[in-house]
């Protein structure tokens, strides 16, 4: 971010706008509607700025720029269009410490006026930070589709509020709480369709509700953020993300997705540490309870979906057992991500009938699955947490009849953006492994359809068998 968003408060400051033709108009109307005490200079101007001196909204000087009109100004705008007298106002308000803006020269300016949506006391302010004011324009008109009209009118409606909930809801979070509601609900949605008195009224029978009609209780949502890339999000998952007052997340949440939690809500990361070891599952568990207890809103973020190769479920049955409000928000799980990410179906009228999710790791070593239904051809396997037994995993498919060439890909760090996809087959998999170095979060697709993997239609890899050195593998072509 090269800019930090503000919004200036000019209520009756001095703010100096030299300048008084076409590129100036817009500006001063803008300062005018924020009821900015508006100095003009310019020797001469278009017919609005006569009108604005005669109806007494701005003091014009009818001269040139001085050096000494900067003085005592908050905020300084050139104007003019002219280079010299633009420099030489930047010039002056620069020495003198004053932010300054020039009209289409972010050179010479220290601020930046951004493209506005009106809807006060809302006010929207969209920048590209200068390179592209065509394209500010088009986002402003469409936020202004998305925002209902009388969206100003709700902020007030609130606003007007905000003293009576401060003194029935002490606590910060009851107040957020129930300000959430009051939003998402059909209070709001009644000021927004101009039926102002009933929304008044359900408002105030809402404040003087007992507060012991609050719930006690907090809430748990187990939330799936997917393989890894945030737009991967849904949109439950999203608003449970901003709604959520603690985040207790693991290692495989991709970066980006915290940048998508409420800033102020407090975040617990219980996956592997240097240390290598992560919170123990029955911590994590206490956890979720002890804070849905204490009236707070928790979301247990996990990679992928919750409910898949995610413990998900040992969660929700410990939190339902403790009488614990809960809720399941799904999140695209690897295999799906990291298919359509390499251009791979996982399943395919010619290719596939049938897909397995697998993990690779049983709770003592080896997972507890049927080979040899796991071996059928047309069958796709996609083997969550395989990597480090990929060699034991092939050779057990292979030993129950499944075909030596059936293709396979790794697809390692699926939807990201250092995602790789590496192609071979059942026999060299383990090989490919050791050279390509794969590293976690990866997994494997093995079948027909990995052949269709997007890196198989750009470069064929084709290695003889496992006796290929892995020197010999050229590593470019081993990972795309
Ligand atoms: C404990 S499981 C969690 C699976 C998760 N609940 C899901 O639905 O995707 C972790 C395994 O998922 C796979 N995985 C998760 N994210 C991945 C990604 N972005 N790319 C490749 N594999 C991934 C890896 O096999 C990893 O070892």
């Not at 737009?231 to 949440?253: C, F, G, S």
């Not at 409910?307 to 928000?329: D, K, M």
């Not at 047309?378 to 030596?404: D, E, F, K, N, P």
């Amino acid at each position: 971010m090269d800019n930090l968003p503000l919004f200036f408060r000019l209520r009756a400051r001095p703010v100096l706008l030299v300048g008084a033709g076409e590129p100036a108009v817009a500006k001063a109307r803008l300062l005018l509607a924020a009821d900015a005490d508006l100095r003009v200079v310019a020797p001469r101007g278009l017919d609005a700025f006569d009108e604005w001196s005669q109806e007494g909204a701005v003091d014009w000087a009818r001269r040139a720029f001085e050096a000494d009109d900067v003085t005592g100004m908050t905020l300084v705008i050139g104007a003019t269009g002219d280079h010299d007298v633009d420099a030489a106002v930047a010039a002056a308000a620069r020495a003198a410490a004053i932010p300054v803006n020039i009209v289409d020269r972010p050179e010479l300016s220290s601020f930046i006026v951004p493209s506005i949506v009106d809807r006060s006391p809302v006010t929207i302010g969209i920048s590209t930070n200068g390179t592209s004011p065509v394209l500010a324009r088009r986002l402003r008109e469409q936020i202004e589709t998305l925002l209902p009209a009388n969206l100003g009118r709700l902020a007030r409606f609130l606003d007007s509020f905000r003293s009576a909930v401060k003194a029935k809801f002490d606590s910060f979070d009851a107040r957020r709480r129930l300000w959430e509601e009051i939003v998402d609900g059909p209070i709001a949605r009644d000021v927004l369709a101009g039926r102002e008195t009933d929304a008044r009224e359900a408002m105030l029978s809402r404040i003087n509700r007992r507060r012991s009609d609050e719930p006690a209780n907090g809430h748990v949502d187990i939330v799936g953020a997917g393989p890894g890339d945030p737009e991967l999000l849904t949109i439950k998952a999203l608003r449970a993300l901003q709604d959520a007052d603690l985040v207790v997340y693991d290692r495989l949440i991709g970066e980006g997705i915290l940048d998508l939690v409420r800033r102020d809500a407090e975040r617990i990361y219980v996956g592997k540490a240097r240390s290598n070891h992560s919170v123990p599952q029955d911590q994590i568990n206490a956890l979720l309870v002890t804070h849905a207890r204490a009236g707070r809103r928790v979301v247990r973020l996990k990679g992928g979906d919750p409910f898949i190769f995610g413990r998900g479920g040992e969660e929700l049955e410990r939190l339902r057992a403790a009488g614990i409000s809960t809720a399941v928000i799904p999140g695209i799980t690897a295999a799906t991500g990291c298919a359509a990410s390499a251009g791979l179906p996982l399943t395919h009228r010619d290719h596939a009938s049938a897909v397995t999710f697998v993990t690779g790791h049983g709770v003592d070593g080896d997972p507890d699955v049927d080979w040899a239904s796991l071996a059928r051809p047309r069958h796709t396997l996609v083997v969550y947490m395989g990597v480090s037994r990929a060699g034991h995993l092939a050779a057990q498919l292979i030993g129950h009849g499944r075909a030596r060439e059936t293709p396979i890909a790794i697809i390692e760090n699926g939807t990201r953006a250092d995602e790789r996809v590496i192609v071979g087959t059942l026999e060299t998999v383990s090989s490919l492994v050791q050279t390509a170095k794969v590293g976690a979060p990866a997994l494997i697709v093995i079948g027909e359809v990995a052949a269709l993997a997007d890196a198989a239609r750009d470069l064929a890899l084709n290695i003889a068998g496992p006796a290929t050195a892995p020197s010999q593998l050229p590593a470019a072509a081993s990972a795309l």
